[in-house]
């Protein structure tokens, strides 16, 4: 089945600090892969998305590559700012008709940005 | 576009009553929903899979006679937790899904936090 293993948090960072959250997955074939971001009290927004091989999604600094070689997802930001702080969490869809067309979720990572 | 929203926001009731969940897609036609359950500090659980016009696919260990899901038309999914008990308090968040892409992007609603006493 799907899978999405993600690092366990909480992740503290000061404020401009360089952050990876990795996240790697088990699918069949070349599943699309997303990074959602949940501020505190707040439903899932889409932060970022890839969705073949060698794919970059970028969106308000962060990015993150489709490495189908190391099946992996990882989330970059070169500064963090305290307005980061959030839960982020990695998912996947499978390719039509190669799974169910449901999110997979990895458990999420909680980053705590200091000023 | 793509704005998934949910009704009520947040909800308090009595154990033993019932409480609906409206989840609406504004800008496109759903024809597929998912219904998520998220626990404090926890991930996203799919709890069931709602299809436009045919019942609904649950989850295993998901009670469809708890959690009724009505999806009477392309834009509009209903969740009615039945007999609510404390236990069923939680955050439950909607998901659609728009055909048109071809990678099966899904666009989250807000959240309904479920407050059970």
């Known amino acids: 089945g799907n899978s999405v293993t993600q690092m366990e948090g909480p992740v503290t960072l000061s404020e401009e600090a360089f952050l990876t959250i990795n996240c790697t997955y088990t699918a069949t074939g070349y599943p699309s892969l997303f990074w959602y971001v949940q501020y505190p009290g707040e439903g899932l927004q889409l932060l970022l998305k890839a969705t073949k091989a060698d794919d970059k999604g970028s969106n308000k600094g962060f990015e993150a590559t489709y490495r189908k070689e190391t099946t992996s997802f990882h989330l970059e930001k070169g500064s963090v700012q305290v307005s980061d702080s959030a839960v982020y969490f990695c998912?996947?869809?499978?390719?039509?008709?190669?799974?169910?067309?449901?999110?997979?979720f990895g458990s999420g990572t909680r980053l705590q940005v200091q000023p | 576009g793509a704005v998934v929203s949910q009704h009520p926001s947040w909800v308090i009731c009595k154990s033993g009553t019932s409480v609906k969940i409206e989840c609406r897609s504004l800008?496109?036609?759903?024809?597929?929903m998912f219904w998520y359950r998220q626990f404090p500090k926890q991930s996203l659980m799919l709890m069931a899979t709602s299809n436009e016009g045919s019942k609904a696919t649950y989850e295993q260990g998901v009670e469809k006679d708890k959690f009724l899901i009505n999806h009477a038309s392309l834009t509009l999914s209903t969740l009615t937790v039945t007999s609510a008990h404390p236990e069923d308090s939680s955050f439950y968040i909607c998901?659609?899904?728009?055909?048109?892409?071809?990678?099966?992007?899904?666009?989250f609603g807000p959240g309904t936090r479920l407050t059970v006493l």
């Open positions: 800008d496109f036609q759903a024809t597929t």
């Open positions: 998901s659609a899904q728009n055909p048109g892409q071809v990678y099966n992007e899904q666009f």
């Open positions: 998912a996947l869809i499978p390719l039509p008709g190669t799974g169910r067309r449901a999110l997979t």
